[in-house]
T-cell receptor, first 113, second 112 residues
Framework: NAGVTQTPKFQVLKTGQSMTLQCAQD?????MSWYRQDPGMGLRLIHY???????DQGEVPNGYNVSRSTTEDFPLRLLSAAPSQTSVYFC????????????FGSGTQLSVL | SQKIEQNSEALNIQEGKTATLTCNYT??????LQWYRQDPGRGPVFLLL?????KEKRKERLKVTFDTTLKQSLFHITASQPADSATYLC???????????FGTGTQLKVEL
């Protein structure tokens, strides 16, 4: 059982470039979310989705886009990368509304130069 | 302002002792409080969830308490082992029920 799979594991971008972080889960979870983790700041919610076709903003959504066309996939798009987006990104899913147990992926370490 | 506080200083304890980690919060009224473990380079892993109407929850060597009056949760690991060394995060449901907000975590190091 793969759980939550994130790709790539590492990525280096130049300022202004765009890219998509991939997240897929095979647990048939309705709820999926993206967090970023920075030293001293903890995990901060970027965007979340409670089901296919439904997305909403979290605490730090600026500079990021999401879509949820299927239950399994929840990609995160960086429109024009900035050095402030250098971080570790985690995708998580939950069987419920997102208040209960979250299953996390292994993360994507992103550096924007 | 709303915040979740965990001791940012690392906690060093000897093997076999009980480790106690603290999570304090302000201006929230969470229905759930959760604890996660995170190892370096890995995603957080769920450990325990406690509801607002529960005072205490146990799972093997782990115990969590939840005091909604003090707005505090305590996380205990009894008979600690070096393998328990990790960062422990608390998390609360906030902002309308679909958002889980995390504390910054406390690093625990269990020494032989």
């Amino acid at each position: 059982n793969a759980g939550v799979t994130q790709t790539p594991k590492f990525q280096v971008l130049k300022t202004g470039q765009s890219m998509t972080l991939q997240c897929a889960q095979d647990m048939n979870h309705e709820y999926m979310s993206w967090y970023r983790q920075d030293p001293g700041m903890g995990l901060r919610l970027i965007h979340y989705s409670v089901g296919a076709g439904i997305t909403d903003q979290g605490e730090v959504p600026n500079g990021y886009n999401v879509s949820r066309s299927t239950t399994e996939d929840f990609p995160l798009r960086l429109l024009s990368a900035a050095p402030s987006q250098t971080s570790v990104y985690f995708c998580a899913s939950s069987i419920g509304t997102g208040r209960e147990k979250l299953f996390f992926g292994s993360g994507t370490q992103l550096s924007v130069l | 302002s709303q915040k979740i506080e965990q001791n940012s200083e690392a906690l060093n304890i000897q093997e076999g002792k009980t480790a106690t980690l603290t999570c304090n919060y302000t201006n929230y009224s969470p229905a759930y409080l959760q604890w996660y473990r995170q190892d370096p380079g890995r995603g957080p892993v769920f450990l325990l969830l406690i509801r607002e109407n529960e005072k205490e929850k146990r799972k093997e060597r782990l115990k969590v308490t939840f005091d909604t009056t003090l707005k505090q949760s305590l996380f205990h690991i009894t008979a600690s082992q070096p393998a328990d060394s990790a960062t422990y995060l608390c998390a609360l449901d906030t902002g309308g029920g679909n958002k889980l907000t995390f504390g910054t975590g406390t690093q625990l190091k269990v020494e032989l």
